[in-house]
């Protein structure tokens, strides 16, 4: 994997830089930890530019999570739910769960997605809630 990586970002540039990172955004598997770091070596030896590298990852990355994203609006609690009582087994998920899990992202929202993006294999599914549980409003004063 690590040349086929080496490969694309030395040939593919800027372009093979998104597409790896939209690539590791959608299977966890392709870790941005060997993209990005090869992509800035690549700049450091003049080869790229440092600002587009992180342009393109950044491009790559986002692209990547809204489509997670829009998995998570599209499927929603309820569909969620349903889904964990038909199949939950194959994915050791309840229903159950899914309510706790709704509750736990509805006080933790935002710091859930934040710490959620650091994390390797989370980064990848963090956006289906921030997505299907939506945070309800704060109130006004």
Do not use: C
């Not at 530019?49 to 491009?59: D, E």
């Not at 939950?88 to 309510?99: C, Y």
């Amino acid at each position: 994997m690590f040349d086929w990586i080496v490969g694309l970002v030395e040939q593919g540039g800027y372009v093979g830089i998104a597409l790896l990172m939209l690539a590791e955004n959608l299977f966890p598997p392709i870790p941005s930890e060997l993209i990005m770091p090869l992509a800035g070596f690549s700049a450091a030896q003049g080869k790229l530019n440092v600002v587009l590298v992180v342009l393109s990852g950044t491009i790559g990355s986002v692209l990547g999570a809204l489509a997670w994203y829009y998995v998570g609006r599209w499927l929603g609690p309820d569909r969620l739910r349903r889904f964990a009582a038909r199949h939950g087994r194959w994915l050791t998920l309840s229903p159950t769960e899914v309510d706790r899990d709704r509750a736990a992202f509805a006080r933790w929202g935002a710091p859930a997605v934040f710490t959620g993006r650091l994390v390797p294999a989370v980064r990848t599914l963090i956006s289906v809630p921030a997505a299907g549980f939506p945070v309800p409003k704060a109130p006004r004063p």
